[in-house]
């Protein structure tokens, strides 16, 4: 292939690559309401997470390594992080969304906060201390 041929192609290339880099970091389009599942953790706060997911809902969870920044941004005090991370999904799960929901319904007044609960304080006790041995 002649020089001047790789030398035209390079701006077209670069080009291509700078569109769907932007397209890729832009927020869809096609987002529901926002959803908060809002329990602390061990009251079943994932397997509604899950159930939102088979729903169709883009989902932001505990599973998901972003989520652990996101309470570090939340502990700095960084709200404008979490909001821009709100406009990626439609369901959120877990810390640190049980600690930030009031700012939450203030920024988006259409979504719906699950409050989810066990009955049994002693047992969701128990349940805690078995999930943080686990990763210990």
Not at 29 to 57: E, H, M, Q, W
Not at 81 to 94: G, K, M, N, P, S
Not at 98 to 106: D, L, R, T
Request: charged share 20%; net charge positive.
């Amino acid at each position: 292939m002649p020089l001047s041929y790789q030398v035209s192609l390079l701006p077209i290339l670069i080009i291509t690559l700078v569109v769907f880099a932007y397209q890729a970091v832009q927020p869809p389009t096609n987002l529901r309401p926002k959803v908060f599942v809002i329990g602390l953790s061990k009251t079943g706060t994932t397997s509604i997470g899950d159930a939102l997911a088979l729903l169709g809902y883009r989902r932001l969870g505990w599973k998901d390594v972003l989520s652990r920044h996101l309470v570090h941004a939340w502990r700095n005090g960084d709200m404008d992080r979490l909001f821009a991370q709100t406009l990626h999904y439609d369901a959120f799960e877990d810390l640190p969304w049980a600690v930030v929901y009031p700012e939450m319904a203030k920024w988006f007044s259409d979504a719906k906060f699950i409050l989810s609960l066990r009955t049994d304080e002693a047992k969701q006790l128990k349940s805690m201390r078995r999930h943080v041995g686990r990763s210990e």
